[in-house]
T-cell receptor
Framework: GAGVSQSPSNKVTEKGKDVELRCDPISGHTALYWYRQSLGQGLEFLIYFQGNSAPDKSGLPSDRFSAERTGGSVSTLTIQRTQQEDSAVYLC????????????FGPGTRLTVL | GENVEQHPSTLSVQEGDSAVIKCTYSDSASNYFPWYKQELGKRPQLIIDIRSNVGEKKDQRIAVTLNKTAKHFSLHITETQPEDSAVYFCAASQTGGYNKLIFGAGTRLAVHP
């Protein structure tokens, strides 16, 4: 079946502009996670969704970052007034709910802020 | 909160040799420890994981060991092959309804023919 997909694969934007990154999880996966991977670094947790609610937003770096999920499926990560330090690969992962289940990652969106 | 440290940051081995990557974690409540492999330009993929009620787990050429007392866990790859070349990430989480992974910084493994 289809894996996790993300769009766009690459996004180049100018400092100060807003961007939206999209994640389509695997069908049936109600748990969804966003991570950020800066160049040469590990993955940094941003936010967790269970269904449409986000019980853990503790990793969002600032109030310029927000995310939503609709219909228990697609999620959008929005970064307002982008800064150069926002440049990174943004990865989405999904899994079955409850307890420990493998997280399946999407291919990521590479964001470059000029 | 949890902090995961990973060593070494780079590792170069000859084909057929073994490779060992080590991670330490800080939160004794963590009880799930996956390892992900990320090839250049690709998404991370789970290669093996271990839970805190187990000390060792093997899957063909890959094994993971866990020492809960010392709060460290290691990935062992035997008989390395060029296709094992990638970045490997360890992670830790507490299982309590969801699975928030805290990752190490990664190890770039190069296997030379």
């Amino acid at each position: 079946g289809a894996g996790v997909s993300q769009s766009p694969s690459n996004k180049v934007t100018e400092k100060g502009k807003d961007v939206e990154l999209r994640c389509d999880p695997i069908s049936g996966h109600t748990a969804l996670y966003w991570y950020r991977q800066s160049l040469g670094q590990g993955l940094e947790f941003l936010i967790y969704f269970q269904g449409n609610s986000a019980p853990d937003k503790s990793g969002l770096p600032s109030d310029r970052f927000s995310a939503e999920r609709t219909g228990g499926s697609v999620s959008t990560l929005t970064i307002q007034r982008t800064q150069q330090e926002d440049s990174a690969v943004y990865l989405c992962a999904s899994s079955f709910p409850q307890g420990v289940n493998e997280q399946f990652f999407g291919p990521g969106t590479r964001l470059t802020v000029l | 909160g949890e902090n995961v440290e990973q060593h070494p940051s780079t590792l170069s081995v000859q084909e057929g040799d073994s490779a060992v990557i080590k991670c330490t974690y800080s939160d004794s409540a963590s009880n799930y420890f996956p390892w992900y492999k990320q090839e250049l330009g690709k998404r991370p993929q789970l290669i093996i994981d271990i839970r805190s009620n187990v000390g060792e787990k093997k899957d063909q050429r890959i094994a993971v060991t866990l020492n809960k007392t010392a709060k460290h866990f290691s990935l062992h790859i035997t008989e390395t092959q060029p296709e094992d070349s990638a970045v490997y990430f360890c992670a830790a989480s507490q299982t309590g309804g969801y699975n928030k992974l805290i990752f190490g910084a990664g190890t770039r493994l190069a296997v030379h023919p």
